[in-house]
């Protein structure tokens, strides 16, 4: 991500467990409630299956499974905020599992300190840096990394081509 460093960058930021994580929005098509998903076979276990919406296949993620992050313990008001985030990825939708979907915000590069190597499971590499957000710091997932993965992608792309409609 080529950006200047007084350059401010818009996120969506969710729950994942007991942290927060914030996705560039240039990646997210939508945020989507729970619905039923399709249990694929043959594939990892983080792949909870694919989703149909609006004749879109879309393969869905566990980042809770791939990273072993238990999930939160959230009230029932705070479920209503669960669901996906459809992200498009090279031109691919993969949809990923959130707790619960906090809000929209803006932060300036220059406020983004360096990653720690591992944060709850979730390899420095994936992971863009840390920003100080009111009472807890926001993780910035690096989505490019995240999904970059050729055997990653393949699992993708083969489950997107599988079941297209």
Do not use: W
């Not at 879109?56 to 993620?61: A, C, M, Q």
Request: glycine residues 8%; hydrophobic residues 40%; charged residues 20%.
């Amino acid at each position: 991500m080529s950006r200047m460093a007084g350059e401010q960058v818009q996120l969506v930021t969710f729950q994942l467990g007991s942290e927060y994580y914030g996705i560039d929005t240039q990646y997210v098509k939508e945020i989507h409630g729970v619905e039923a998903v399709r249990a694929m076979p043959n594939t990892p276990n983080y792949i909870e299956g694919i989703l149909n919406l609006r004749r879109e296949v879309i393969p869905i993620i566990s980042l809770h499974k791939r990273f072993g992050i238990m999930p939160a313990q959230l009230s029932e008001e705070e479920c209503l905020l669960s669901g996906f985030i459809i992200l498009k990825i090279s031109q691919v939708l993969v949809g990923i599992v959130i707790d619960k979907v906090d809000r929209v915000i803006r932060y300036n590069k220059s406020e983004v300190q360096p990653p720690p190597q591992i944060i709850s499971g979730i390899s420095g590499e994936y992971v863009h840096g840390v920003v100080h957000e009111d009472q807890h710091y926001l993780i910035l997932l690096d989505i490019i990394s995240l999904f970059g993965k050729d055997e990653f992608m393949k699992h993708i792309m083969r489950l997107s081509e599988k079941n297209a409609l």
